[in-house]
């Protein structure tokens, strides 16, 4: 039998507050909001490390109104690419000032998210304040794997943010079987018993009915991702490069690109921004709307994710959801995520991506056998998900 509070960390969400769009992690952490407010109800509390430097629960109603908020901005708002401005998310801020916790027992402290985990101490406050058990998520570890595709720092910061979990975790929700086996020999190292669980992530289902972007005489294919190194977006600059040279122009599919651009990218934004041979054949596309990101996703002839690294597919596992073909590269965490649906590729073998490209814009025989198999795909749920979540916490409040 379960006893004690479940108190979920929200302080991502609020740091972000002044972006239009939401990242991967932000819609994890909406998530586990949504879906623990529905398995424990009243028994779920809210806490946030508030960016003016306090710490403390959040009240409800405060939460829950800007949970909504934040919401109806990712479902509707096609927003800039710039960041709000303080002023204009001042009353966000000042709504959700924190307040001090009364002294807890025997609750399970949740973090879906990174945020904070480089304070090991700050950690170690919240824990001995809410005197709570701590299960946190981890999404993965590749700035520490591949630091050359991190931002500069990255790795050292990565690495405390593991350490601080190694140390003070309680439990782990891990979103691949990818990145279980790249966090093991973290907690093995610490002499700790640490329970560790796989739970995929689920897929976001857009409100209302999706409207597919009107057809065109000419295809387009759908990269959707932060526009920085590991995405490997310069395999697919390169491609339409090459296509636009050596085709006849009516049969050059299109190219949208959906994502911010993020950082040591300056290769990539120069073809963006100065090659001729793209222009009118290549669309970036910022601050787009959850709405929007689903009908281009319907009117796609498929998604293409050529990543050096993931930790999860969550795109691959959207673009599934919505019998959407997918070009992918071939790494563990890919298959996770599509299983035996899409077409997996060698990120580094250009002529394989440009067969598949081109098959798939003639809607050749490779687009129809993923077409069968997509029939055959099952999505993961986040109700799976969070049940995982709630079968942890059971075991940490016996």
Known sequence: MMSGEVILDLSRLLSRVRHHTPSGVDRVEMAYARGLLDAFGERLQFA?????????RLQRAKAL????????????????VAQRSLLAVLPSLLGSLPTQPRPGSGGVYVQASPH????AALVARILSRERAKFLCMVHDLIPIEYPEYARPNGAAQHRKRIETVAAYADAIIVNSAATERSLR????????????????????????????????????????????????????????????????????????IVGRRGW?????????????ALRGHVEEVNGCSDRQMHELLLGARA????????GYGMPVAEALSSNIPVLCSDLPALREAGGAAPDYLDPLDGPAWRKHIVD????????????????AWRAPSWGDHIGIVCAAIADLQR
């Open 65 to 80: 109104r800007f949970l909504d908020m934040m919401e109806r901005r990712w479902t509707d708002e096609n927003g800039d």
């Open 264 to 276: 040591e990218n300056e290769q990539v934004v120069d073809m963006l921004e100065r090659c001729v």
């Open 185 to 256: 020999p973290w907690l093995d190292q610490t002499g700790r018993h640490i329970d560790i669980r796989v739970a995929l992530l689920g897929t976001h289902a857009i409100p209302g009915p999706g409207v597919p972007v009107p057809p065109s005489d000419t295809p387009y294919f759908l990269c959707v991702g932060t526009i920085e190194p590991r995405k490997n977006h310069l395999l697919l600059l390169n491609l339409w490069r090459q296509m636009a040279e050596t085709l006849p122009r009516a049969s050059i599919p299109r190219l949208v």
């Open 116 to 119: 904070h985990l480089t304070n």
């Open 360 to 375: 798939y814009c003639e809607k050749g025989a490779l687009y129809a056998a993923q077409r069968e198999r997509i029939t």
């Open 303 to 310: 998604l293409l994710l050529p990543s050096f690294a993931e």
């Open 48 to 56: 946030i490390a508030h960016p003016f430097g306090l710490y403390g």
